[in-house]
């Protein structure tokens, strides 16, 4: 909102200093500044009323060392999450544009799915919360209008050819700015090859001429998986206090790079990487997530003052996905995001060789000594506050790691 009343003052009044509203990079800093404000003050008002309203964390007996002690703990704190992002973000963003539309649709709808979650868990007593099947339809619905929007929005617009023509050519005058050529694509990037463009549409090529036509029926799908495996391994990461939030804020800053690079012509030419008009808008929401997150470790941190909850964690692997998939990186997931993929992996290798032990033995057997991965550490008499450091360390290796795939090709 304030982007378009210092407009209204640049352009139409001509007040001096108006003008810097209409950088990214000063909107993006004003962004994160406030949403760490915003969680950090009024992080303790909303645990408070969490508190009053009985909001409390039922701790399963885990046999874990001090699992005990954080029952009654209260819970929901993505909400904190929810409103240090969504304050800056209708602040200081172009609120027209369609890359922010999508990421406050998404912010909002999985922080009502998660919020539904923990609210049966809580008031109703039930454990289990949202049945599986209701949350598995939420998440689906948004890759579906994820998809779909991303597909036949005529906002939504790549150039795939960056880098192959020259943006600015120099001439003994001054330098003229060639019109860039801007389509319609399902293109993504490959990490770790050159010529890394890849277009989903690529793979109905076997159907004939006009086969492009008919790429929403490969790309919607991959979006819909993307978004709902992204935000069910954010879920399963949320076990130890700060580990989500410090891992999502780490792999949600290096997008925030390629996104600040995808969205600038200059850049996106240097580094020869698809140039996507208007989605550097969306670092400014990325400031203000990274902001919030930062800010909700302040509470989160060991030991914990407030856990986010499924209304948290969900909202976190809902928008790490989505932005991902925005900037076409959505390929890099396994690597950014790496703990969130070895926490999925060690429930998933748990259970099924648990279930094969069984029916092959009689007697099921287990790889872990407890799954997720970080419970298997605790298991191990590590404590939590160590597995937390550790994972961010590791966190912040693949996020380099993924940053660099922009040149090592």
């Known amino acids: 909102m304030l982007y378009y009343l210092f407009e209204y003052l640049d352009k139409t009044l001509n007040v001096s200093g108006t003008g810097v509203f209409q950088y990214i990079t000063f909107r993006s800093a004003l962004a994160f500044l406030l949403s760490l404000l915003l969680s950090t003050v009024f992080g303790k008002r909303i645990i408070n009323f969490l508190r009053n309203q009985q909001v409390g964390e039922t701790v399963r007996e885990l046999g874990l060392a001090g699992q005990n002690e954080k029952a009654g703990t209260p819970t929901m704190g993505g ?44 008031f109703k007593k039930d454990k289990e919360g949202l049945k599986g099947i209701f949350k598995v339809f939420g998440q689906v619905g948004l890759g579906l209008i994820v998809g779909v929007v991303l597909y036949f929005s005529p906002n939504v617009t790549v150039r795939t050819d960056t880098g192959k023509n020259d943006i600015f050519k120099a001439t003994t005058e001054n330098v003229i700015k060639e019109s860039p050529v801007e389509e319609k694509s399902t293109a993504t990037t490959i990490p ?17 001429e006009g086969y492009e036509k008919w790429a929403w029926l490969i790309f919607i799908p991959v979006v819909i998986f993307i978004i709902t495996a992204v935000s069910n391994g954010a879920n399963l990461t949320d076990g130890i206090d700060g580990l989500a939030a410090g891992t999502s804020a780490i792999s949600v800053l290096a997008l925030g790079i390629f996104t600040f690079l995808s969205g600038n012509i200059i850049f996106s030419n240097y580094l020869n990487i698809m140039y996507i008009p208007n989605s550097g808008e969306m670092t400014v929401f990325i400031a203000a997530f990274v902001g919030s997150l930062i800010g909700f470790l302040w509470y989160n941190s060991y030991p914990a003052s407030v856990f986010m909850g499924d209304t948290g964690s969900l909202t976190i692997g809902g928008v790490i996905a989505v932005l991902a998939i925005a900037v076409r990186k959505e390929l890099l997931i396994p690597l950014l995001c790496g703990i969130f993929l070895v926490e999925n992996l060690s429930v998933v290798l748990q259970v099924a060789y648990f279930k094969y032990t069984k029916k092959r033995f009689g007697e099921g057997k287990r790889i872990f000594l407890m799954a997720p991965l970080h419970h298997h550490y605790q298991k191990r008499g590590y404590h939590e506050s160590k597995i937390v450091t550790r994972f961010w360390i590791v966190a912040i290796m693949l996020a380099i790691l993924s940053i660099v795939t922009l040149k090592l090709r």
Request: charged fraction near 15%.
């Open 79 to 122: 909400l904190i999450i929810i409103f240090a992002t969504l304050v800056p973000v209708m602040l200081f963003s172009k609120l027209h544009n369609i890359y922010i539309v999508l990421l406050i649709v998404t912010t909002l709808w999985m922080g009502t799915i998660g919020f539904i979650d923990d609210y049966i868990k809580i």
């Open 192 to 208: 770790f090859f050159k010529n890394n463009e890849f277009d989903y549409a690529e793979l109905l090529a076997w159907t004939g």
